[in-house]
């Protein structure tokens, strides 16, 4: 190989590399943010135009943008030689139209993020500078996909030889990995855990402790039981002496159950044949990521639903393999699959839109496979828990249901867009359905907030659909390009690698979501409550706190809180799938594409906190890679 590079070097026209280095640096690097345009400076002519614009954004002087460029040429080079050497000739047209859409959607979160509009929506010229990004994009990721799915197969290949294990305690890891995994991970959170004592609580808890006590009317925007459960422990806490007892109590249990699934999905990681360093790195991966831990002394349902949909995910990946390899699948596993399916959904409410399709394609798979019927109905019985206990939360406790609203956060912003740019093509008949459509209408055309829907969503009137979906409708007949700006100004930062927002962006929704305190402006209040931080503890709390922020800045590292990371890797893991013809092993990957898929869907963009089970489940689905007996 060696040798072929050498030759290769002599062969081909090391500028050609070199210009497509610049090339990539110059997409990569142009955008985020807005330009400073002197007046005149603007010709008639897009295309000169695009030039002023697309210097005024580059950031390639200097040695910064030399050294991206020698970077990228150096990738361009080893690539392509590398895929002559296999006798790889062309990309497939599905990667190469999978790296279009890419392109395309990192192109337009570009635009909402630095702009707030799309590149053809501000002008021709922003178009031309779009495209050569998303040319730009394209081709970055047809070279890093080609690497990874090269990296997949080796990772498959249970034949490597390891090197021999060196001290001690990497053999005891590897001896006894669910123990070690379960210690190494508690030892690192466990200074959240304390320092925060008794837990950090968002508006969101309180709520929840409200409705649990009374003090408000029980419905299931927050799921009962996630509040009931919250409840019990703080009832607990009163009955032995105070309220923190009773929250610290609820983390303590919670967490111990979330480190022991995230325990054994590490364990079975091992087991499945794939490299050591693997599950090491994700031991490492939840123990030392700050997110985790920041979560792990958070009260709210989120830390508990991304472990129990993780605990979903690798239910569904042991009964998947099992049949792969045509194991006994006990009855117990079916039974595992079900209760997890449903005790994730009745920790959060979209969890339960993600396991019905799955379950759909599972009974058929499992038809196909010749499961016993046993099986098959023991699963579904499970899963029908969530729909008992939900009816009997309706009908004997009398919860209320959820907003209606809460289903509506992409229509409403849609609308909401069009209200703040196009207030004056607003017609006299469509003014009066939005008045009908919406419960409160001063200001509605300052509304609209990019990130965030909650100003638009809390307004519609659920008692007046018709009136709204027709409105909604009428309106997207008559400003498509705004509807599509709404929905990517929401979402892009599910699909699309654009800078960190503020920490306080989509009001405190955005990013990590550390919540680094007890309650907000509204809670506590009225006296309800005396849940507090201990204050000879502050110090220590400002310090970790601050040290997530570090570590959202230091190279490499920081990537584990990139949000689009954890989304292409898993469609990466479904292109390898495809073409490895392992269709079952898709099942599990829809289900983390479908967590995604709601997310995209939700009130917040960028939110790692409805994140958190997608990115959680990711590394699982390394599990699938390998085929062994072992499980």
């Keep these: 190989m060696i040798e072929r590079l ?53 950031g390639g002087y200097g040695i910064v943008g030399a050294f991206l460029t020698v970077v990228f040429a150096i990738l361009v080079y080893f690539t392509e030689t590398y895929r002559r050497y296999r006798e790889e000739q062309k990309y497939s047209i599905w990667m190469i139209l999978l790296a279009f859409v890419f392109g395309i959607l990192n192109v337009m979160g570009w635009g909402l993020y630095a702009y707030d ?59 006894h990995t669910f123990l070690a995994a379960f210690l190494i991970i508690g030892i690192c959170w466990a200074p ?46 009163v009955a032995i002496g105070h309220e923190n007892i009773g929250i610290f109590a609820f983390i303590c249990f919670r967490d111990a159950v979330i480190i022991a699934i995230y325990a054994w999905g590490i364990k079975l990681l091992k087991e499945s044949g794939l490299p050591r360093r693997m599950y090491l790195f994700v031991i490492a991966f939840f123990g030392i990521t700050p997110v985790w831990g920041a979560y792990a002394k958070h009260a709210f349902k989120d830390t508990f639903g991304a472990a129990l949909f993780c605990l979903y995910v690798i239910a569904l990946i042991v009964v998947i393999r099992k049949l792969r390899e045509s194991s006994e699948v006990e009855l117990r596993n079916f039974v595992l699959l079900g209760l997890a399916g449903a005790i994730a959904s009745l920790m959060r409410n979209n969890y339960i839109y993600c396991v019905i399709p799955v379950t759909l394609i599972l009974v058929i798979y499992f038809i196909v496979k010749r499961v016993k019927w046993v099986n098959i109905v023991a699963m579904l019985l499970c899963i029908g828990t969530f729909f008992a206990y939900n009816q009997y939360a309706y009908q004997v406790v009398g919860v209320g249901h959820g907003e209606g609203s809460e289903a509506l956060s992409i229509p409403a912003q849609q609308i909401g867009r069009v209200l703040r740019d196009h207030p004056s093509e607003i017609s ?31 307004r519609i ?69 005396s849940i507090q931080y201990p204050q000879f503890t502050q110090f220590l709390r400002d310090l970790m706190h601050k040290w997530t922020f570090i570590w959202d800045n230091l190279p490499v590292v920081s990537l584990t809180d990139v949000i689009a990371l954890y989304t292409w890797f898993t469609v990466l893991i479904g292109v390898y799938f495809i073409k490895k013809k392992r269709y079952a092993d898709l099942i599990p990957v829809f289900a983390v594409c479908l967590v995604i898929a709601t997310c995209v869907a939700s009130p917040v963009n960028d939110c790692f906190r409805y994140y958190a089970p997608a990115a959680a489940s990711m590394p699982m689905l390394f599990i699938l890679m390998t085929k062994r007996r072992e499980m």
């Design 117 to 175: 509009h799309l590149p053809h929506v501000i002008g021709k010229a922003w178009f031309v500078v779009g495209i050569v990004q998303a040319l730009g994009y394209a081709y970055l990721f047809l070279m890093a996909s080609y690497w990874i799915l090269l990296w997949f197969d080796r990772l498959a290949d249970v034949n490597r030889v390891e090197k021999p294990l060196g001290s001690r305690f990497t053999k005891w890891i590897d001896q």
């Design 6 to 58: 050498k030759t290769e070097a002599t062969r081909h026209n090391l500028v050609k590399c070199l210009l497509l280095g610049a090339f990539l640096t110059m997409a990569c690097t142009a955008g985020y943010s807005v330009p400073v345009i002197e007046d005149g400076e603007m010709t008639g002519y897009f295309i000169v135009n695009a030039l002023i614009i697309l210097y005024k954004l580059l």
């Design 461 to 529: 009137n659920t008692d007046e659909m018709g009136t709204f979906i027709k409105l909604w409708v009428q309106l997207g007949l008559e400003h498509p390009t705004c509807y599509l700006e709404a929905f990517i100004g929401t979402s892009y930062g599910y699909y699309s690698f654009t800078p960190k927002h503020e920490f306080w962006a989509g009001n405190w929704n955005s990013n990590m979501t550390i919540f680094n305190w007890i309650g907000c402006t509204a809670y506590p209040y009225d006296g309800l409550y």
């Design 192 to 237: 959240w855990i304390l320092v925060y004592y008794p837990a950090s609580m968002d508006n969101d808890v309180f709520y929840q402790l409200d409705m649990y006590l009374g003090y408000s009317e029980a419905t299931m925007h927050h799921p009962w039981f996630s509040t009931v459960l919250l409840g019990k422990f703080y009832d607990f806490g």
């Design 428 to 458: 006299e008949e469509e003014w009066k359905m939005i008045e009908t459509a919406f419960t409160d209408t001063d200001n509605i055309t300052l509304a609209y907030e990019t990130l965030i829907s909650d100003s638009m969503k809390w």
